[in-house]
């Protein structure tokens, strides 16, 4: 939070002294804000109750400083706390607008109620070398760095850390220029912790639509975005953002997950409801996605999506014997991680081998394919597509009939399933052929999509795009930006066989896309298919944040 603001800075010590009943008000400015953070016991209990500590590696973590949110702030550094760092590098912005250069560099220890910090002298004398940088002594007022150091401190010792702060006028060539002078400070056991909070004294559902448009630059993971956001309204520090993600990109090839989404009102609440809020994130940042994957919190639910899946042809020799399949089923359930797991089924599922039927028509036998399912943990299968219909109305009734025998929802096109907390829409578009099968043939079919009697959050799965293909395409792009401006959440993919590489934002961020998973079991080799899972993470505010999870070609695992 910026404290050029009289408002805000009294609203937050409203809310300080009713979290926290000794927190006093009688104090200088930086004393009431520093206060609790220097209560051993509140940095002790928020410790207590985030426990989850990632086994994956992690290069970075985004957490709030307001000490309202310890819990979250605990969340962040305790996930990365197994973690084995020999340099720690924290950076939040300069509240107090105390700065003459762009950023600045602390050169005196930090003192916590655990102990000071170590300095890590080699790196702020590199940093004081440059005009960039100024020397900010202690910056005993400054809570970005302040409100997280204790934590370090307890959860991280002896691990030498160096802080900076940015100033709020800082430019884009300022903060290249200072991703040039970090990134040789910085290697692969470093951590970087980026101390921020996002939107700031809105109303709490302007606040809301802020959120998702910064969710949609954080899962997007590009830095050149940072620059659209506006200051303080999605943030307070864009420099912040932008450096913990370009230097993520360029020292730990990592990326980001979502784990937590909240605001003041949160913890307390207002008289009115709609009252002025900030808003909190928590980013962990990794070179490894399938690790992250088993990490979860009871305060969001996390669903798994997977692309094509078809159990016939050239896996109908591996299905004949369980074992060829166990080394897949073990790795596939690293990847996913808990949660409700959801597929692309690409084909009919029937007892027993039709008269006549060709390798063209997508049959599998109900007998090994639905074991396979069953040990997948498949919750839901979507029959969106053209295959589904390879063998006529009876091939798709009996399809119906085995799912829902062996517990699995069967999703059909254009007919919307509340699944939990979120509602599921499959729709099938229009390739270069199709046959007499409901279709998406033109645009503005999409329109009723604004009518869906529905107020949980909307997620499309798609079957679309030309074969081996991973980007989105002028016509896919028209109809991304048809439902954003319906209000659909996301937009999941499938078909192509090839994964697309990064999730991308339309309708001015609102609406996160995965344009293509590729395949998950399927029956092709070759550098022109790939595939990925897709986790939706949604927060109680009904926010999601999507991720990719990369997996291998598992045919090539069992026939080279």
């Given at each position: 939070m910026l404290l050029g603001s009289r408002v805000s800075f009294c609203a937050v010590l409203t809310f300080l002294s009713l979290a926290f009943p000794g927190f006093s008000q009688g104090e200088t400015k930086e004393n009431r804000f520093l206060a609790a953070a220097n209560d051993p016991a509140i940095i002790q209990a928020a410790m207590a109750a985030e426990?989850?500590?990632?086994?994956?590696?992690?290069?970075?973590?985004?957490?709030?400083?307001?000490?309202?949110?310890?819990?979250?702030?605990?969340?962040?550094?305790?996930?990365?706390?197994?973690?084995?760092?020999?340099?720690?590098?924290?950076?939040?912005?300069?509240?107090?607008?105390?700065?003459?250069?762009?950023?600045?560099?602390?050169?005196?220890?930090?003192?916590?109620?655990?102990?000071?910090?170590?300095?890590?002298?080699?790196?702020?004398?590199?940093?004081?070398?440059?005009?960039?940088?100024?020397?900010?002594?202690?910056?005993?007022?400054?809570?970005?760095?302040?409100?997280?150091?204790?934590?370090?401190?307890?959860?991280?010792?002896?691990?030498?850390?160096?802080?900076?702060?940015?100033?709020?006028?800082?430019?884009?060539?300022?903060?290249?220029?200072?991703?040039?002078?970090?990134?040789?400070?910085?290697?692969?056991?470093?951590?970087?912790?980026?101390?921020?909070?996002?939107?700031?004294?809105?109303?709490?559902?302007?606040?809301?639509?802020?959120?998702?448009?910064?969710?949609?630059?954080?899962?997007?993971?590009?830095?050149?975005?940072?620059?659209?956001?506006?200051?303080?309204?999605?943030?307070?520090?864009?420099?912040?953002?932008?450096?913990?993600?370009?230097?993520?990109?360029?020292?730990?090839?990592?990326?980001?997950?979502?784990?937590?989404?909240?605001?003041?009102?949160?913890?307390?609440?207002?008289?009115?409801?709609?009252?002025?809020?900030?808003?909190?994130?928590?980013?962990?940042?990794?070179?490894?996605?399938?690790?992250?994957?088993?990490?979860?919190?009871?305060?969001?639910?996390?669903?798994?999506?997977?692309?094509?899946?078809?159990?016939?042809?050239?896996?109908?020799?591996?299905?004949?014997?369980?074992?060829?399949?166990?080394?897949?089923?073990?790795?596939?359930?690293?990847?996913?991680?808990?949660?409700?797991?959801?597929?692309n089924l690409e084909g009919v599922l029937l007892e027993e081998r039709p008269a006549g039927s060709n390798p063209v028509q997508h049959l599998m036998l109900a007998k090994s394919a639905l074991a396979v399912l069953e040990n997948m943990g498949v919750d839901a299968g979507n029959m969106a597509n053209n295959h589904s219909h390879d063998f006529g109305s009876f091939g798709l009734e009996e399809t119906f009939r085995l799912l829902d025998a062996s517990g699995i929802i069967a999703l059909i096109h254009n007919r919307i399933q509340e699944f939990g907390n979120i509602a599921l829409l499959p729709l099938s578009f229009r390739r270069g052929y199709f046959a007499d099968h409901p279709v998406i043939r033109q645009i503005e079919q999409l329109e009723t999509v604004c009518d869906l009697a529905t107020r949980k959050p909307v997620v499309v799965l798609t079957h679309w795009g030309a074969d081996y293909t991973n980007r989105v395409g002028p016509l896919e792009k028209e109809a991304l930006e048809v439902l954003a401006n319906c209000g659909v959440a996301a937009v999941i993919g499938a078909h192509s066989h090839l994964a697309s590489k990064q999730v991308t934002l339309h309708g001015g961020g609102r609406l996160q896309a995965v344009f293509s998973m590729g395949n998950l079991i399927f029956d092709q080799t070759g550098d022109d298919v790939s595939g990925a899972l897709v986790e939706l993470r949604q927060f109680e505010k009904g926010t999601i944040a999507l991720r990719l999870i990369p997996i291998p070609n598992y045919y090539e695992m069992v026939v080279r």
């Open positions: 426990k989850v500590v990632a086994e994956a590696r992690i290069t970075g973590v985004t957490v709030p400083h307001h000490i309202l949110a310890a819990d979250l702030i605990a969340r962040g550094i305790r996930a990365a706390s197994g973690g084995d760092y020999d340099r720690i590098l924290v950076i939040g912005p300069d509240h107090f607008r105390s700065l003459n250069a762009p950023f600045g560099v602390l050169t005196e220890p930090a003192q916590t109620a655990f102990g000071p910090l170590m300095q890590d002298q080699e790196a702020i004398a590199h940093l004081r070398a440059s005009d960039l940088f100024e020397d900010v002594g202690s910056a005993p007022r400054e809570h970005a760095i302040h409100t997280l150091t204790p934590f370090l401190q307890a959860m991280m010792p002896g691990i030498p850390v160096t802080m900076i702060t940015t100033a709020s006028r800082s430019q884009r060539r300022d903060w290249d220029g200072a991703v040039e002078i970090l990134a040789p400070l910085l290697g692969p056991k470093s951590l970087i912790v980026q101390s921020t909070d996002y939107s700031h004294f809105l109303p709490r559902d302007v606040a809301l639509l802020r959120d998702i448009e910064t969710l949609g630059v954080i899962v997007a993971n590009n830095p050149e975005l940072v620059s659209t956001l506006s200051q303080p309204s999605h943030l307070d520090s864009k420099a912040s953002q932008y450096l913990q993600m370009r230097l993520q990109e360029r020292v730990h090839g990592a990326r980001p997950m979502v784990v937590a989404h909240r605001d003041a009102h949160d913890y307390v609440p207002s008289d009115t409801g709609n009252g002025p809020t900030t808003s909190y994130f928590v980013t962990l940042y990794s070179d490894d996605p399938s690790g992250l994957s088993a990490l979860s919190w009871e305060d969001h639910r996390r669903v798994v999506f997977g692309g094509d899946v078809f159990l016939g042809r050239g896996w109908s020799r591996v299905l004949e014997t369980r074992e060829a399949f166990d080394p897949i089923l073990k790795d596939l359930e690293k990847r996913r991680g808990p949660g409700a797991f959801m597929v």
